[in-house]
């Protein structure tokens, strides 16, 4: 089979030692206000969330969030770490389901998922933290060295995912070809600002993949999609 066998986050998990009930509802509490953060950084942007907003936000005094984070620092780094845990385990997820069954990588099908996922609520927050933090030295020692993490476990994750792909000499090079072109693009997109041709430049995409790949593809007529 192609794709090798990655244990989703949720089940690793499970082999956790088992928590008692207050340990269940004080992780419940923490990961409701880490949520709370990402809504907020969504809908007002990172600038304009207070640790008010973010207390609104998931249902709590000011004072029993900061039962669970001491500080703004502590929050925001939480948050930062639950949404690169969040994207990396739907990336791995949603990427296993397209190859799943195929003999060899489907990168049409690997393309898209990407693509949709570049174009959700996740993706907009990471950016805006991203931008953020070009002018916040908090936020900045904060996202840095998850941001350094995410992109390593991203990268590993697209090697166990395309086993066939990763053993050819182009892996890497369209491995950032492919990242910084579709992130750009959702990028621009986001702004909505102008005319994106996202169709054009995708269906070129999938198609400069293929031949980039043609040292490890068997028969590059088989497993479009």
């Known amino acids: 089979m192609l794709v090798k066998d990655i244990t989703p986050m949720s089940e690793q998990a499970h082999r956790e030692p088992k ?3 207050q340990q ?10 880490l949520e709370a953060a990402l ?14 907003s973010i207390a609104k936000e998931a249902g709590l005094s ?4 900061l039962h669970h984070f001491a500080n703004r620092f502590e929050l925001i780094k939480g948050a930062i770490e639950h949404l690169s845990a969040q994207r ?26 990407y693509w949709r996922q570049l174009n959700t609520p996740a ?33 590993e994750t697209s090697r166990q995912v395309f086993p066939d792909l990763a053993q050819s ?12 072109l579709l992130e750009g693009m959702a990028i621009a997109r986001m702004t909505g600002i102008g005319q994106i041709p996202d169709k054009l430049m995708l269906e070129w995409l ?7 790949f043609q040292d490890v593809l068997t028969d590059t007529k088989t497993e479009l999609r």
């Open 62 to 65: 000011r004072g029993a969030m």
């Open 19 to 21: 928590k008692t009930c």
């Open 123 to 155: 993706f907009i927050v990471y950016h805006e933290l991203l931008v953020a933090a070009r002018t916040d030295s908090e936020l900045r020692e904060a996202l840095q060295p998850a941001h350094d993490r995410f992109q390593a476990a991203l990268y």
């Open 169 to 180: 000499e182009a892996f890497a090079r369209a491995n950032h070809l492919t990242k910084y």
């Open 39 to 52: 809504a907020c950084f969504y809908r007002l942007g990172y600038s304009n969330t207070t640790t008010e």
């Open 88 to 113: 990396l385990q739907d990336y791995a997820r949603e990427e296993l389901e397209a190859q799943a069954n195929a003999t060899q990588a489907r990168i049409e099908d690997g393309i898209d998922v």
């Open 206 to 212: 999938k198609t400069w993949l293929r031949g980039a």
């Open 24 to 33: 269940t509802k004080s992780q419940n509490t923490r990961t409701a206000i």
